[in-house]
């Protein structure tokens, strides 16, 4: 099932519209929690812009009250109250800061009158302490109770966040639910089956839109500052653009490729599975185990690895159509393509790690297959294409350092006997000791498709005459044979 949202407003700003802008109240009565999921939330913008929230009238009761979620507290003298007020008055600027951040005290303009009656010169230097020195020119000529309002700005920032801050917070808090969402259930929906996992992210929105309704019906004077987390213009990369979940959600970036999988490829369940397993182990590593979510980048499906391994007859003849690619590339990569390091030499490093991770994603996910590759790896060793070999390689020692390669394990003798997931005859080529120099003493009493890094690292080293050698060396490579 795919829905298409481009003709909704966001309903981020429809949320803050429902409060400011009086309308005609739809009503949706929830005689119970579950009935939430007959409200789609990519419907947020128009259904539910209109709901009326107010406390008393909500259709949707608050589970909570703040004062009965916390065990009752009674001091008969709360003593850090009044060393607040001896700190706010004393000169330890760091103490200072901590009080007013934390606002352990009942007046919450207590920090704003101790200070407004602090001398200028004390101000001054408390706010010269907590700004950065290319600042100093935008607070010379602020008067004092505005540099008063600058200092609690900025030490309030953790209890009071700004609107980036909030905007930062919506899209991590997005984000967490998100990797809630296995990849097989993403795979369901995406083709139209019933998927809770996205139901119940679904949902998560939509509590969002509710809290946010009520909160701010409580506290009106917090509307103009939501107001600027949409739409001031420096925030636009955090919200509008970034995450499309505080807004109607929008899976097509991942649903779009998925579907576009089972409309071009060839009618075989065993194939397209063992490709999902492969696209699952991606889906981990691009959406669920990232510091920062790109929700906009389209899901790579691309599997040309695993599809040239599962197409060839033999290893011989898997190792010759890499080859017969990897010819094509460096016939055209020329000595001052490498010099300029221009998009021609960055397209074939790159290449080479894009390669490494593919032979990562298809060992982690279709493990049986890992004899195979093994055997492509000496099939293009033979032939030598170095460029392919060490990417391979490259790969298979990066699942052996993701995954458990122990075989047996002797509780007796305290040992435990590896899988040997790298051949061990062909580990040294990728022993950066010495600058490779396992590979390199190969390479040059069998030239072929090089490895590029040690050839770059000895250029940075040597200069143009490691380049010289290396194209007189790739050129006897390329040469067709008789």
């Given amino acids: 099932m795919q829905y298409h949202y481009q003709n909704e407003e ?15 109240r739809i009503y949706y009565p ?27 009238q909500s259709c949707y009761p608050s589970l909570f009250r703040s004062s009965a979620e916390v065990p009752s507290f009674f001091v008969s003298y709360r003593w850090w109250e009044d060393e607040a007020t001896t700190v706010l008055w004393a000169f330890d600027v760091q103490e200072i800061q901590r009080v007013i951040r934390y606002g352990l005290f009942r007046d ?70 998100f990797t809630r969402i296995s990849f097989e259930e993403m795979v369901r929906y995406s083709l139209g089956y019933h998927a ?22 409580a506290f009106p004077d917090e509307v103009e500052r939501y107001l600027a987390v949409e739409k001031a213009d420096l925030l636009h990369k955090h919200l509008r653009n970034r995450s499309p979940f505080a807004h109607p959600p929008a899976f097509e970036f991942i649903a779009g490729s998925i579907q576009r999988l089972f409309k071009e490829l060839p009618p075989s369940l065993s194939s397209i599975l063992k490709v999902l397993s492969v696209l699952g182990v991606r889906y981990q590593r691009k959406y669920v185990h990232v510091r920062n979510m790109n929700w906009h980048r389209q899901f ?38 490498l010099t300029d390091h221009d998009a021609v030499a960055s397209r074939i490093l790159i290449q080479w790690e894009l390669l490494s991770i593919d032979v990562w994603e298809s060992c982690t ?25 060490t990417a391979i390689l490259s ?14 394990a002797n509780t007796i003798t305290g040992t435990a006997a590896l899988n040997p997931v790298l051949p061990p005859n062909l580990l040294y080529f990728l022993d950066p000791s010495q600058n490779f120099i396992a590979y390199r003493q190969q390479f040059q009493g069998s030239p072929g498709i090089p490895f590029l890094f040690p050839h770059l690292q000895e250029y940075r080293e040597c200069g143009a005459p490691a380049l010289q050698q290396l194209f007189q060396q790739l050129r006897t490579a390329l040469t067709p044979r008789g």
């Avoid at 930062?168 to 967490?176: G, N, P, Q, R, T």
């Avoid at 493990?367 to 055997?375: A, K, S, V």
């Avoid at 995954?403 to 047996?408: H, I, L, Q």
């Fill in 10 to 24: 966001p309903a981020f700003t429809s949320w803050l519209q429902a409060i400011s802008e009086p309308k005609t």
């Fill in 30 to 56: 929830l005689s119970k929690p579950s009935d939430m999921s007959r409200i789609s939330s990519h419907r947020l913008g128009t259904e539910l812009s209109g709901t009326n929230l107010m406390p008393g």
């Fill in 108 to 177: 919450e303009n207590l920090p704003r009158t101790a200070l407004q009656s602090r001398n200028a010169s004390t101000v001054d230097s408390f706010l010269l302490t907590l700004i950065d020195a290319t600042e100093r020119v935008f607070i010379a000529n602020l008067s004092h109770i505005q540099k008063v309002e600058e200092i609690l700005r900025r030490c309030t920032k953790d209890r009071a966040l700004d609107p980036s801050d909030i905007a930062e917070a919506i899209d991590a808090e997005s984000h967490l639910h």
């Fill in 196 to 217: 809770d996992s996205v139901e119940w992210f679904f949902q998560q929105h939509t509590a969002l839109y509710i809290h946010l309704q009520n909160y701010l019906h």
């Fill in 300 to 337: 790579n499906v691309t599997f040309s690895f695993l599809e040239d391994l599962m197409g060839s007859t033999s290893a011989a003849d898997f190792a010759r159509s890499l080859t017969n690619l990897d010819e094509s590339h460096f016939s055209a990569l020329t000595q001052q393509n």
């Fill in 365 to 389: 996910a279709l493990p049986h297959m890992i004899g195979y590759i093994q055997e492509c790896v000496q099939a293009l060793l033979d032939i030598h294409n170095y460029h392919s070999f």
């Fill in 395 to 408: 790969g298979l020692q990066k699942y052996s350092i993701t995954e458990s390669t122990f075989t047996t």
